[in-house]
């Protein structure tokens, strides 16, 4: 990949370098080409000494190019361009110039023009250091092209990976495994108990509507969102009845900011997926608000001897997910005794 981008840069250069140095002496290049011999110019200026003005400009400004790349690293993803590293860049840059210019004075001396050597000193010099200050623009220009570039396919990617992580999320939420349990339990609860069953399939339906839907939204509301966490909770209450607890300490404030659908239904799956739920260790969650603009969700840890099979990925994903929302994240805290993920709130 980078082998490819260097091969790139050097044809991009020598292509720019040809047309700033055609650029700048497009006057002279006139008068000799093109001036059929009306111009005094002509006289004073041969063919030979077109070429050679143009062959200098060329080779001073490819070689600034080639010299920027390392100096600049146009092509390096998140690179800002400091005013010291540009101060020092154009120092650098500055000083090569003066010494190629002054070593092409050293070698026109080999060639016979007749020409005002102090006059043509003075044009060479300001010439190849106007093809300078091209060739550094130009330099800016690519950098600031390929970072725009960069962003964007990066914003793209994260895209697909939220778009990956909502339909990862929705086939937990709907996958065989989980309308198996939730049947089955409504079977019993239909036997023992007609009256908590009713509820139960009231929770199941907001559960698999809420998780249906959820792929139309950027992000909802807390409240709803926790109306959602409530039914879901129930189900999970059925299944593990008094081995799991849940705690919710939300401040009214707190509502009034959004979330990423199924964020606080993530983070609760993921602690029942890797701590052990039994009468012996129960498990206990709490989601709290610890400010206005963060809600964290805690457990103690147990974890299970034979962990259960997943990607792994929930968490990563749901920071990519934040990444994609804004410039938020996503925080994990872990010790031997609890682990705790701390989400930001988003106003909307």
Not at 62 to 90: D, S
């Amino acid at each position: 990949m980078r082998i490819n981008i260097e091969k790139k840069y050097r044809v991009i250069s020598a292509l720019l370098s040809l047309a700033i140095s055609m650029t700048i002496h497009f006057s002279l290049i006139a008068t000799v080409f093109f001036d059929n011999g009306f111009s005094h110019h002509v006289e004073e200026f041969s063919p030979a000494f077109v070429v050679f003005e143009l062959s200098v400009t060329f080779l001073i400004s490819y070689t600034i190019f080639l010299l920027n790349y390392f100096l600049l690293v146009p092509f390096k993803p998140h690179v800002k361009l400091h005013l010291k590293k540009i101060a020092m860049a154009l120092s650098i840059t500055f000083a090569v110039t003066l010494i190629l210019v002054f070593f092409f004075l050293l070698l026109k001396g080999l060639f016979s023009f007749t020409v005002d050597n102090f006059r043509h000193k003075e044009e060479l010099l300001s010439r190849n250091i106007f093809a300078m200050l091209l060739v550094l623009i130009s330099v800016f220009f690519i950098h600031l092209i390929y970072q725009k570039q960069t962003i964007e396919l990066e914003n793209e990617m994260l895209k697909r990976e939220s778009l990956q992580s909502r339909y990862e999320s929705l086939k937990n939420q709907v996958s065989p495994h989980f309308l198996f349990n939730s049947l089955t339990a409504l079977k019993t609860l239909l036997q023992e108990s007609p009256k908590l069953a009713d509820q139960y399939v009231n929770h199941l339906a907001q559960v698999l509507r809420y998780t249906l839907q959820s792929n139309k939204w950027k992000t909802v509301c807390l409240e709803e969102e926790l109306e959602f966490v409530l039914s879901y909770i129930f189900l999970l209450k059925m299944r593990y009845e008094t081995n799991l607890s849940v705690q919710t300490e939300i401040s009214n404030n707190s509502l009034q900011f959004s979330i990423p659908p199924l964020t606080l239904q993530t983070l609760i799956e993921n602690a029942v997926k890797h701590n052990e739920i039994s009468k012996d260790f129960p498990l206990q969650i709490v989601i709290k608000s610890i400010n206005e603009q963060t809600i964290q969700v805690k457990n103690k840890i147990r974890e299970k001897l034979t962990p259960e099979d997943g990607t792994g990925i929930g968490l990563t994903n749901l920071n990519k997910l934040y990444h994609l929302l804004g410039d938020y994240e996503i925080q994990i805290t872990k010790d031997d005794l609890e682990f705790a993920v701390d989400v930001p709130l988003i106003k909307t």
